[in-house]
Structures are given as structure tokens and as C-alpha cells.
């Protein structure tokens, strides 16, 4: 029997987890272009939905990620199994195999690539064992970055985030307590950057961007968004409007955050961001929804999966949905690439295939 409990891309694996991708099954659908200007907003975005059955073969997949015509995505053979991670080009339609996992039930995830590096998290399916691995896309090696075995009866998820040269990730210690990571790729140097006070599923996630390390925390009862500058060493300290701000992400001087009074319960949410330039916070209310699933931010873009499942583009600097000429009704999954690229995935139903969709919003 498997228990899964999805927000997003997340999962708390309850017993014999498999996969989150059984029900997602491999793509086939049309090839199509969607051009399209919002107004006034002189907004432009192309929208590409990619045909890949033929070439693809695979039965399930998770996480795909641009770079240029790169798509690095994690798939598997059966839906109950993810072991692989191959590099499709997008426009060829070959694609190549660079990792093959070593579990024979496994849950190959969380595939995030840049210029110089890819890298992906290997998992049995019950999840108590996680190795992070780098794959180096000069030298074409591959090699293990952090590897963690969870306690009987216990599980691990190991969520690291990508950016440049550096990889950051939570590491859970014994009991409830947990670290933050920093490795960097050149040197392999790795370092402790900060504990936890309050760890939990909503603060698992760390967001690393321009040399800033973002992550958040409860402490003695109070929420906190937490940035370390790289380049700087020093960790600088922000008040936040609610006891849990979760899954924080940050564009510029804007930190992005579901907030919690109970974590515990998904629907009673604030999703808003919080501008350190005036130490001040605004609540987002996304058009349709009254609550959210997940999001995703780079530069100027925001993309949102309600509460029904459809996906929001909103315009950060004007505050405004972006109208996209969108050829599904609603989404299951938002990845997105270092360029800024959205990936979304659709999953298969009595009437449609599963899709994804390439959204390029450009500069």
C-alpha cells in the first residue's frame, strides 16, 4: 500500500513510498508554438508544448529543466519507478542517459542544471536512503555530493537547490534537529552555514540565488526569513509576518513565503512577499484562488498553481496575471530553469495525454 501526500512537488512519505509520478505518464501530445503580447503591458512569451513519446520512450517522469536545448529530466521505465536521469534535446529529440540509479525501487528527483553543472537527488522508494550527486557538464563525470541513511522506520528528504557553483540543502540530524548546507562544486569544500531551531516539512527547502542563501525558521514562537551572503560570510536576520513562512523564495530585493500560523494546515494560508528594501509585507491575492499549491519564482515572473489546479503568470513589477495563451486547463506540476524558462506538467486524463509545456517569458 502506498501513502503519498503531495503539496506541489513536495511529498511526506508515509510507508512504501514509490514514486510521486504514478500518476504522471510520459508525454504525447501535439507539437505547438503560442505567441502572445499582453497589451499595454508589452508582456511577450512564447509557449512550446513538447512532443517527446516517440523519442522518449519512458513511463513516468519528474523535474525537467532547461539549459539552452538541454532538457535534463529524471524518468523511469514503469510508473512506480524513477532510476534515470537523461539529457533530451529539445530540438534533435535524441536524448542521452547520464545516471542510472543504483535502488532497484527507485525515486531519482529534484533535477535542477545550470551552465556548468546538473544535479539530482537518488532515493529508494521508501525514502531512509538519499544520495545528492553532481554531474559536470564539461568533463561529462559524475560524482557524489552527500549521501543519508534514515533510522528504522524513518525517512530523509534531501531537497538541494542549485545555483553557479554552489549546491545548499537542510541536512536532518538525529531526532528533529537540522542544518543548513553549503558545498561548493569548484572546491568541495562543504560547510556548515546555520541550525535550525524549529524543523519541520515547511522549512526543508532552502533557495539559493546570486550569492544569497535563503531559508526560514521558527524561533521561540516567532517566524524569521534567514540570508546568508556567500561572498560576505555574515547571515542577516528578517522579522516575518507569520510564525511559519514556508518554502521561501526571493527575487531581487522581494522574499516570497506561504505563510502559516499552523503548518499543519495547508488551506489556512498567506501567500504574499516581503520587501527588505522597506521591511514591509503584502499579502498576493492570486485572481481565482483561495489558496495556492505551489510556486515558482525567476527575475520577473511568478508562476502559481491554485488551489484548482491552474496555472497564474504574474508580472512581479507591475503586480498584474499575465494574460498567457495557455493550452491547458489546469497543471500538476511547475518547474523552472536557471534561464527562467517554466516547465509544466499536466497529467494524463480520460480525455487528454499528459503534456508539458515550455514557457519562455524571455529577459
Partial sequence: ?????????????????????????????????????????????????????????YASYINPVLVDDEMYICVG??????????????????????????????SVSNTMANNKWVIWVDSDSSGTHNIIYAFNRISEKTFKIAEYKAA??????????????????IETESGSSAKVKLYNLQTSDCIDIAKLNDHSFYNNFVFLDDDQLLWTDNINGKGYYLIYNIKAESTKKIDAPYPYPGYAQRTGK??????????????????????????????????????????????????????????????????????CAF???????????????????????DENNLKLVIIDCGD
Fill in 1 to 57: 500500500i502506498i501513502y503519498i501526500y503531495v503539496k506541489g512537488d513536495y511529498m511526506i512519505k508515509k510507508s512504501m513510498v514509490c514514486s510521486i509520478v504514478l500518476i504522471l505518464i510520459i508525454l504525447d501530445c501535439g507539437c505547438g508554438t503560442y505567441s502572445q503580447s499582453n497589451g499595454d503591458d508589452g508582456f511577450e512569451h512564447k509557449v512550446s508544448v513538447v512532443k517527446i513519446l516517440e523519442d522518449m520512450p
Fill in 327 to 349: 493550452p491547458l486547463m489546469t497543471i500538476d506540476t511547475i518547474d523552472i530553469s536557471s534561464d527562467g524558462r517554466i516547465v509544466v506538467g499536466a497529467r494524463a486524463s
Fill in 152 to 169: 528504522t522506520n524513518d525517512y530523509v528528504i534531501t531537497a538541494p537547490y542549485l545555483s553557479g557553483d554552489y549546491i545548499a540543502w
Fill in 77 to 106: 521505465g514503469s510508473l512506480s519507478s524513477i532510476g534515470m536521469v537523461v539529457d533530451y534535446n529539445i530540438k534533435s529529440k535524441k536524448s542521452k542517459l547520464i545516471f542510472e540509479s543504483q535502488f532497484s525501487e527507485a
Fill in 254 to 323: 522581494l522574499l516570497f513565503s506561504i505563510n502559516f500560523d499552523d503548518y499543519h494546515n495547508w488551506t489556512d494560508q498567506n501567500f504574499g512577499c516581503f520587501d527588505t528594501s522597506t521591511s514591509k509585507y503584502r499579502s498576493i491575492d492570486v485572481e481565482g484562488t483561495s489558496y495556492i499549491n505551489q510556486f515558482r519564482i525567476k527575475r520577473n515572473i511568478l508562476a502559481v498553481m491554485s488551489s484548482d489546479n491552474e496555472l497564474k503568470l504574474i508580472d512581479v513589477e507591475k503586480g498584474k496575471l499575465v494574460d
